[in-house]
């Protein structure tokens, strides 16, 4: 198993630009988690879906920050626009909740730097 | 708030000694998980522990769980210079899908 795929690994941008990051979940899994992490505010979750539909969005930091989950295998979190205090490193994660304890598999992450 | 706060902050041991790393949590829950971040790189699952265990073993790794206490230990024995990473521990209430992880632990094992 490849594990939880993300792209792109790094993406640096300039103030005002929309960034779109993507997240291929591991297959069978029908959860799936969007984190950031930084060192002032460590890891935060931003917003999970189970089964493609969005549970809590309450992570979301403002209208700039959208994710969507058209099937089973793609998300996407999109920031549009783009602000220096954005940067961050992105994890996506994703679990099988049809196991009772949810173990979380995560993504090697994308680092964003907002110039 | 955080569910999860670990305790110390940062651990700095020699190799070969034993690390151990705290966490307390606020709420009940259904299982605690203990998860490693070597730098640059995503968390990894290390142990879980159910709210009904009081102590698991994996390898070197050692979890106790004090539900009355709301707290947690992660113990790694003999410790390596490769286990130098961060450390977070992440509750499961059962309620949803989601876990709460803490800030973590910043562990640094001297060769």
């Known amino acids: 198993d490849a594990g939880v795929i993300q792209s792109p690994r790094h993406e640096v941008t300039e103030m005002g630009q929309e960034v779109t990051l993507r997240c291929k979940p591991i297959?069978?899994?029908?959860?799936l988690f969007w984190y950031r992490q930084t060192m002032m505010r460590g890891l935060e979750l931003l917003i999970y879906?189970?089964?493609?539909?969005?549970?809590?969005d309450s992570g979301m930091p403002e209208d700039r920050f959208s994710a969507k989950m058209p099937n089973a295998s793609f998300s996407t979190l999109k920031i549009q626009p783009s602000e220096p205090r954005d940067s961050a490193v992105y994890f996506c994660?994703?679990?099988?909740?049809?196991?009772?304890?949810?173990?979380?598999?995560f993504g090697p992450g994308t680092r964003l730097t907002v110039l | 708030s955080q569910q999860g706060e670990e305790d110390p902050q940062a651990l700095s041991i020699q190799e070969g000694e034993n690390a151990t790393m705290n966490c307390s949590y606020k709420?009940?829950?259904?299982?605690l998980q203990w998860y490693r971040q070597n730098s640059g790189r995503g968390l990894v699952h290390l142990i879980l522990?159910?709210?009904?265990?009081r102590e698991k073993h994996s390898g070197r790794l050692r979890v106790t769980l004090d539900t009355s206490k709301k707290s947690s230990s992660l113990l790694i024995t003999a410790s390596r210079a490769a286990d130098t990473a961060s450390y977070f521990c992440a509750t499961y209430t059962g309620a949803n899908s989601k876990l709460t992880f803490g800030k973590g632990i910043t562990l640094s094992v001297r060769p």
């Open positions: 994660a994703s679990s099988s909740s049809g196991t009772r304890y949810n173990e979380q598999f």
């Open positions: 522990i159910r709210s009904n265990e």
């Open positions: 709420t009940s829950i259904n299982n």
């Open positions: 879906f189970n089964n493609n539909v969005p549970i809590d």
């Open positions: 297959s069978g899994h029908n959860s």
